[in-house]
């Protein structure tokens, strides 16, 4: 077990819920909503500065697994934000909890047959870590959104870069506050240089080599090979 893992754990062990709650099981098992839905659930994780793209990637990939007959939900970081976790700010603190939330709001979905795609910025990589140790291997996909920040400061669709820059919001991620892009994402998309289809087709291909759902005509075979998307990887890292 490495460090972080261990330190991941732990912070599951203090927060050990009370022992006289005792775990009810379902009568329905998740493999069993799994068969009938012809296909596996598991949790689609985007994250990226704001504006990078994640909730127009997420709900376009969303859509083409919907079409071909995929049980989907999209949880949105705005949307989230107006309910669930209407109570939290963007302190570090309260980023971790809404992370928290969410990530325990996808594991249910989950649980429930359901491929669940979020589009959060997830700033901190402790945080993603956390979601990940939450589920079993290969449930959590981390798909990067690589747009740079002048990319998104350009793009600023909400408008809320220019009133970054001039200290009308506190605490944003690319100008006052920091931004942990993933190290070793399970796929890495270039939505800072390439089209919304061709980032979907990416993110769906890579879904149905690895299995997750079912290979579906065009859409898989306009997606890049595996062989591309190391090379993209590469010429995006350096
Ligand atoms: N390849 C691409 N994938 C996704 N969006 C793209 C792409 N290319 C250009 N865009 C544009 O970038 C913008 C991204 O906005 P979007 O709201 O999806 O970002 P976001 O990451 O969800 O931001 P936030 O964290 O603020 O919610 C949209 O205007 C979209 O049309
Ligand atoms: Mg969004």
Partial sequence: MTRRDSII????KEQTVNTDI???QSAVARQQRERQ???????????GLSGAGKSTLANRVEEL???????????????VRHGLCRDLGFSPDERRENIRRVGETAKLFMDAGVIVLTAFISPFSEDRDMVRAL????????????????VCERRDTKGLYRRARRGEIADFTGISSPYQAPLSPDLEVPTG??????????????????????????LAANAVSVGDRQSNHAEMSS
């Fill in 135 to 150: 589920v079993e291997s290969g449930d959590f996909i981390e798909v990067y959104c690589n747009t740079p920040l002048h």
């Fill in 65 to 79: 697994l919907f079409q071909n007959g995929c049980r989907t939900y999209v949880l949105d970081g705005d949307n």
């Fill in 193 to 218: 240089r390439r089209g919304l289809e061709e980032c979907a087709a990416m993110v769906v291909g890579f879904l149905a080599e690895r299995g997750k759902v079912p290979a579906f005509g065009g």
């Fill in 37 to 47: 839905n012809r296909h596996r659930s598991f949790i689609l994780w985007f994250t």
């Fill in 9 to 12: 754990l732990n912070h599951f």
């Fill in 22 to 24: 005792v775990w009810h």
